[in-house]
């Protein structure tokens, strides 16, 4: 089990994290990171445009988020559910079903394959 501040320590590094996103634009500072994918290979990477796309959720603009990176924003409600999830101290023996339904290893293959059939797609299309 982990421990508390485990936990608090990940929550605080993801809320700076969205300070940082929120106030720098990764389009126009060098300092965040770029893709190596679509550096060496042309090809966009699954992840591509993701910090652009959470620099525009976070101004509001879900339009152009949408552009950027639709997954990350249909994947929204899933990740949240499961941040939920996981904090729940004592949860009951239906949301452990839930849960191991929506995160257990069959559905960590389909969020996989999803994810690379969003990869192939975005570089076909």
Do not use: E
Request: include cysteine.
């Amino acid at each position: 089990m982990r421990s508390r501040w485990y936990k608090y320590g990940l929550w605080i590094v993801g809320l700076v994290l969205l300070v940082i996103y929120g106030f720098w634009d990764p389009a126009a500072h060098a300092v965040f990171p770029r893709c190596p994918v679509r550096q060496y290979t042309g090809w966009l990477c699954p992840g591509c445009g993701s910090q652009r796309a959470l620099h525009a959720l976070l101004h509001g603009d879900w339009g152009h988020a949408w552009q950027l990176h639709p997954l990350l924003l249909l994947s929204l409600p899933y990740l949240a559910l499961g941040l939920w999830l996981d904090q729940l101290s004592r949860p009951s023996a239906r949301l452990l079903r839930w849960r191991r339904r929506l995160y257990g290893p069959v559905a960590s293959y389909l969020v996989l394959g999803l994810i690379l059939l969003y990869w192939l797609l975005r570089n076909l299309w």
